[in-house]
C-alpha cells in the first residue's frame, strides 16, 4: 500500500495550493480518506475527511469554507484544494486512509491504517 502525497510548496497569505494523494496497493473506493496536518512543534491535526463513495465530506472548524476535499475513483486520487490560506495553515500536510471509520473517531489520528510521506506547506510572505 502507499499513498504518495504531493503539491505543496510556498504560498503568500490568501494564495492557493492544490494537495495530491496517490493511492495504490488498495481498494481505492473502499477507504474513507483524509488529510491532517502537523504543524512545527504541535500535536497532528486532523483538516478534512470524505467518504469512501464521496457521498459526504468533513472539515474541522478552522479550515471550513476555504478548504475542499474531494477525490477521484478513476484516478485513485485526493484532493485538498486550499485558498485563502493563513500563516497557520504552514505544516506538513498528510493524507490518511481507512475502511469502516465511523464518524465520530474522524479526528483520531489512530483511525487511520494508512499514511502518506507528507508535503509541507508554507505561508509566509
Known amino acids: 500500500v502507499q499513498l504518495q502525497a504531493s503539491g505543496g510548496g510556498l504560498v503568500q497569505p490568501g494564495g492557493s495550493l492544490r494537495l495530491s494523494c496517490a493511492a495504490s496497493?488498495?481498494?481505492?473506493?473502499?477507504?474513507?480518506m483524509s488529510w491532517l496536518r502537523q504543524a512545527p512543534g504541535k500535536d497532528l491535526e486532523w483538516v478534512a475527511s470524505?467518504?469512501?463513495?464521496?457521498?459526504?465530506?468533513y472539515y474541522a472548524s478552522s479550515v471550513k469554507g476555504r478548504f475542499t476535499i474531494s477525490r477521484d475513483r478513476l484516478k485513485n486520487t485526493e484532493y485538498l484544494q486550499m485558498n485563502s490560506l493563513k500563516p497557520e495553515d504552514t505544516a506538513v500536510y498528510y493524507c490518511?486512509?481507512?475502511?469502516?471509520?465511523?464518524?465520530?473517531?474522524?479526528?483520531?489520528?489512530?483511525?487511520?491504517?494508512?499514511w502518506g510521506q507528507g508535503t509541507q506547506v508554507t505561508v509566509s510572505s
Open positions: 496497493g488498495f481498494t481505492f473506493s473502499n477507504q474513507y
Open positions: 470524505i467518504w469512501s463513495d464521496g457521498t459526504y465530506t
Open positions: 490518511a486512509a481507512s475502511q469502516g471509520i465511523i464518524v465520530s473517531s474522524i479526528p483520531n489520528p489512530v483511525s487511520y491504517r494508512y
